[in-house]
């Protein structure tokens, strides 16, 4: 379900809301990657270029894993 919310608001331009839902989400699941990948997207989205690269690392560290 927190899954299909993160993807409709971020679907509908609702980046802040994404973001907020992805923080609660990896506060819970800090080795998820999916969450990484989509708070690197909300975070690009609102136009802050160095948390979403540091996002897309923690994604690709944990894919590597």
Do not use: V, Y
Request: hydrophobic share 60%.
């Amino acid at each position: 379900f927190h899954r299909l919310l993160i993807l409709a608001a971020l679907k509908a331009g609702g980046a802040k809301l994404a973001r907020a839902l992805l923080a609660e989400r990896a506060a819970r699941l800090p080795g998820n990657a999916w969450t990484w990948q989509r708070s690197a997207e909300a975070l690009a989205t609102l136009g802050d270029a160095a948390a979403a690269e540091a996002a897309r690392r923690r994604a690709s560290s944990l894919l590597a894993a």
